[in-house]
């Protein structure tokens, strides 16, 4: 139980840390905010409504994922490598690629509501 418990308290760490120092992780938390409510106002299938949490819940954790990507990769070699470019642009590519995947269920969810009404 004890581990259990350091493993919440690191994960509360590394969540105010991103918090505090990323700006896109930010904007994700506030966007999160406000949707997962709406989540669950709208009138879509339960199905639906469980795919809009997750994908607002991945966009998080590969947010999250990017950022200790960078960090470590800014520690390894903090001069330009090109390398170390080609990572950080592939993380980058993850965090898009996951925007764009939320960006299309709440548009499917959204359709969905506004016709079905």
């Not at 960090?71 to 764009?100: H, Q, W």
């Amino acid at each position: 139980m004890k581990r259990l418990w350091w493993a919440f308290t690191y994960s509360l760490c590394g969540l105010k840390d991103t918090f505090s120092t990323e700006h896109a992780f930010r904007q994700e938390i506030i966007a999160t905010c406000i949707l997962l409510p709406l989540a669950l106002y709208i009138k879509v299938s339960l199905c639906l409504k469980l795919l809009l949490i997750v994908c607002n819940i991945i966009v998080l954790i590969v947010e999250l994922l990017n950022t200790s990507l960078e960090l470590i990769a800014d520690i390894v070699s903090p001069e330009f490598n090109v390398k170390v470019k080609r990572a950080k642009d592939c993380g980058s590519a993850a965090v898009f690629l996951s925007l764009v995947s939320w960006f299309i269920v709440w548009m499917v969810a959204f359709y969905q509501w506004l016709y079905a009404l």
